[in-house]
């Protein structure tokens, strides 16, 4: 179960770079969506993969997982849902600002 979650950070945090590195802005934030998820799902794994194990200390349990990783991953999801609007937002005023959704200042733009 390791390894196809450290596959799936890996594939998430490959695709996030590669949408961040494209000229556009709708893809520029998808990417960096991507590597946000690709952080959740590493920090939720550091708190230990575990299955069926409660999150607390309990008298007849085997172990249990750590609950401060799971924390921390829902307030990140919340934090980076309120910066993903605000981006859309200030990409949204670009665009109609500018007439373009270029990220790149060549051209006419880098006056």
């Known amino acids: 179960m390791e390894l196809l979650v450290a596959i799936a950070v890996g ?4 695709a ?4 961040v590195l494209r000229q556009r802005t709708f893809p520029v934030i998808v990417g960096l969506s991507l590597l946000s998820y690709a ?4 920090i939720f794994a550091s708190g230990r993969l575990a299955i069926g194990l409660p999150p607390i200390i309990a008298d007849g349990a085997a172990g249990y997982t750590d609950p401060l990783p799971q924390a921390l991953v829902l307030t990140a999801i919340v ?8 981006i859309l937002i200030m990409a949204l005023g670009s665009y109609l600002e500018a007439g ?4 790149d200042m060549t ?4 006056e």
């Open 39 to 42: 952080v959740n799902v590493f």
């Open 11 to 14: 594939l998430l945090t490959t």
């Open 107 to 110: 051209g006419d733009d880098a």
């Open 79 to 86: 934090i980076s849902f309120g910066m993903t609007a605000v």
């Open 16 to 19: 996030g770079l590669y949408l």
């Open 100 to 103: 373009h959704d270029r990220v």
